[in-house]
């Protein structure tokens, strides 16, 4: 009976809760005068035929209620659900009404709730994994030096300097993200020259790869509106990607340009390029293409997903294109 109740939902198409009750009323009404009637007609005493008139009302607000507190209950039950954790939970929203629009909303809140717990989990996943490498690699190291296994001597130091730089530009970038992530970013806008900005970022790129040349195309007169710093951030990082990707001997390519209402920045690679799967998850947090090569040369995944964070504060754009034959392209389209 209760399977049969949970599929029966006559007043569904109403889109007004307040008619629904109106229904509801007339329903029960109507039911209770029709059995009476009928009652009496066929002869039974008017006492029984009240009585009979009562029930099969209560028996019409039932199947017509029913499908109006359906939802409702459905969402105090998932509710107390994801309260310990079960984001999976849905409700059957098929009313027209503002119950169903209610529940509809609840969908969407729980859909957005289980994707950003699963976000979570794979931040907490990632911090972990890149966190314990160079933290292992460190303790490796000292307990070699406290052993006497190993010299202490300008190698050893460097090395370990090395990692304790990795972990603070990992946990820099770690705060910068949750810090865009919280609105607590305001920008500093200023008029300011593509041309320098670039060659800034070149100057600061360069060293990272020498064995990888980076051309530079932009009119010395085009300007951006914009906050300098993190606009030099977004070259800085779009940069460092593309030279970590490029072949030996390679060339990575920046060229500025104006756009309609905007400045186009574009950072080309020759590198092996992105997967067609892929190349929508690129600017996510701790994404890459090749992880076990990008986790060696000391990226951490956080770059490009920084570059589209301060992007979109000043309400630009970022994407990425395949190039052809080989390579990936970056074009950024700031407000100007």
């Known amino acids: 009976m209760a399977h049969v109740l949970r599929d029966i939902r006559p007043l569904d198409q109403v889109r007004s809760i307040k008619v629904k009750l109106g229904l509801v009323v007339l329903g029960s009404v109507a039911a209770t005068v029709g059995a009476i009637n009928f009652a009496i007609y066929v002869g039974v005493h008017a006492r029984f035929a009240f009585v009979a008139g009562l029930i099969i009302s209560l028996v019409v607000i039932q199947l017509l209620a029913h499908g109006m507190v359906l939802p409702l209950r459905q969402m105090a039950a998932a509710t107390r659900a994801m309260a310990a954790g079960d984001y999976s939970q849905r409700i059957t929203a098929t009313a027209q009404d503002e119950v169903g629009s209610l529940a509809r909303s609840f969908n969407t809140m729980a859909s957005q709730l289980d994707r950003a717990e699963r976000q979570r989990r794979e931040l907490v996943a990632n911090v972990s994994h890149e966190l314990r490498t160079p933290i292992a690699a460190l303790r490796a190291r000292l307990e070699n030096l406290a052993d006497g296994v190993e010299a202490l001597d300008e190698a050893a130091v460097t090395a370990m300097l090395r990692g304790t730089e990795r972990l603070s530009i990992l946990v820099d970038q770690l705060l910068e993200l949750s810090q865009f992530e919280s609105g607590s970013v305001r920008l500093n806008p200023q008029r300011f020259g593509l041309a320098e ?114 992007v979109e504060l000043h309400g630009g754009s970022i994407r990425a294109e395949q190039r052809i034959p080989s390579g990936c392209r970056i074009v950024t389209e700031l407000p100007n």
């Open 197 to 310: 900005a670039i060659e800034d970022a070149v100057a600061e790129v360069g060293p990272v790869r020498p064995d990888v040349r980076i051309a530079v195309t932009a009119d010395c007169g085009l300007t951006g509106a914009g906050d300098t710093a993190r606009v030099h951030e977004i070259l800085t990082n779009l940069l460092t990607n593309a030279v970590r990707h490029s072949p030996e001997g390679g060339t990575v390519t920046v060229s500025a340009r104006p756009a309609p209402g905007a400045v186009r920045i574009e950072v080309s690679d020759q590198g092996p390029g992105i997967p067609a799967a892929d190349i929508e998850r690129i600017f996510d947090r701790f994404y890459r293409v090749d992880a076990a090569r990008e986790a060696g040369s000391g990226g951490a995944g956080l770059g490009l997903a920084i570059a589209r964070s301060i």
